[in-house]
């Protein structure tokens, strides 16, 4: 079956950084887009981020671009989200998602002073 584990995640000091690792398992990995997805404390999902499933295109919330950086490796079955210059508003739980069917269990980001 299908399973996504997320990781990386934790407390971070505002302006700092993140890599969160997704690692896939139980289906082809190099055919499926990939997302990130994040919900912040009271609020609904977000989506953050996607990418093809040969990771030549990758899209971005505006509020993210230029912050955070998707990326795969194919080989690995492993997704990343590298993610700079942290604020409070990037608090959340972050999820993978493949083809925002299928769900890790997600893992936590706390950005705070």
């Known amino acids: 079956q299908v399973q996504l584990v997320e990781s990386g995640g934790g407390l971070v000091q505002p302006g700092g950084s993140l890599r969160l690792s997704c690692a896939a398992s139980?289906?082809?990995?190099?055919?499926?887009?990939m997302y990130w997805v994040r919900q912040a404390p009271g609020k609904g999902l977000e989506w953050v981020s996607g990418?093809?499933?040969?990771?030549?295109?990758?899209y971005y919330i505006p509020s993210v671009k230029g912050q955070f950086t998707i990326s795969r490796d194919n080989a690995k079955n492993t997704l990343y989200l590298q993610m700079n210059n942290l604020t409070p508003e990037d608090t959340a739980l972050y999820y993978c998602?493949?083809?925002?069917?299928?769900w890790g269990q997600g893992t936590q980001v706390t950005v705070s002073s």
């Open positions: 998602s493949r083809g925002l069917e299928s």
């Open positions: 139980g289906f082809t990995f190099s055919s499926a887009w």
């Open positions: 990418i093809h499933p040969g990771g030549e295109n990758a």
